[in-house]
């Protein structure tokens, strides 16, 4: 091969590499990007804990009846632990409609044991939880699917906002918030 014949490979491969791009990263919130016009910063949840294919930092989609496919290019903003602390609390407190006082003593652990959507576009959150006050404790899980609006990543996620928001009026209609708070 010549030296000519060479360097124009070369500069071919090179010019082929240079138009090849890896697709964007994207990166969400588990928010719904609205206020509850009630938010005084009140942490009910005390602890979330995800099954470790959730804590990959990347969404995830259910392939297969035993496959899940964890996004290359679809991340959590923040660790989904702390998204779903807030986006639970946000909602909760919307729904409960706390005092202060009501707040300080109450402290909710969430159990998550399916959080996904799949190929079909059917999103899953199945949890148990467990709250604490000075009533006691009282314990329950969730377990609901729905569908997404359209598909793609960030129906996926707009989909699991909804079901964390659901989640949260279903454990606040569950807890008696009387007096003993």
């Known amino acids: 091969m010549s030296i000519k014949a060479l360097v124009v490979s070369l500069i071919c491969f090179i010019s082929l590499c240079a138009c090849t791009t890896a697709p964007t990263p994207r990166y969400y919130l588990l928010d719904s990007g609205v206020e509850n016009g009630v938010q005084k910063n009140y942490r009910k949840v005390s602890r979330v804990r995800l099954p470790s294919y959730l804590q990959t930092g990347s969404l995830v989609l259910q392939v297969g009846p035993q496959e899940m496919r964890v996004a290359s290019f679809h991340f959590w ?13 946000s909602s909760f407190e919307g729904a409960a409609k706390l005092s202060e006082q009501q707040a300080d003593k109450l402290r909710i652990v969430i159990d998550v044991k399916r959080f996904h959507g799949n190929l079909d576009a059917q999103v899953t959150l199945m949890a148990d939880w467990r709250a604490t006050s000075r009533c006691g404790d009282v314990e329950g899980s969730y377990g609901h699917s729905i569908r997404q609006d359209t598909s ?8 699991q906002v909804k079901l964390v928001e659901m989640m949260a009026r279903d454990v606040s209609g569950k807890l008696k918030l009387g007096s003993c708070l």
């Open 77 to 89: 903003a923040e660790s989904l632990e702390q998204g779903f602390e807030r986006a639970f609390d």
């Open 152 to 159: 793609g990543y960030p129906a996926l996620v707009a989909a």
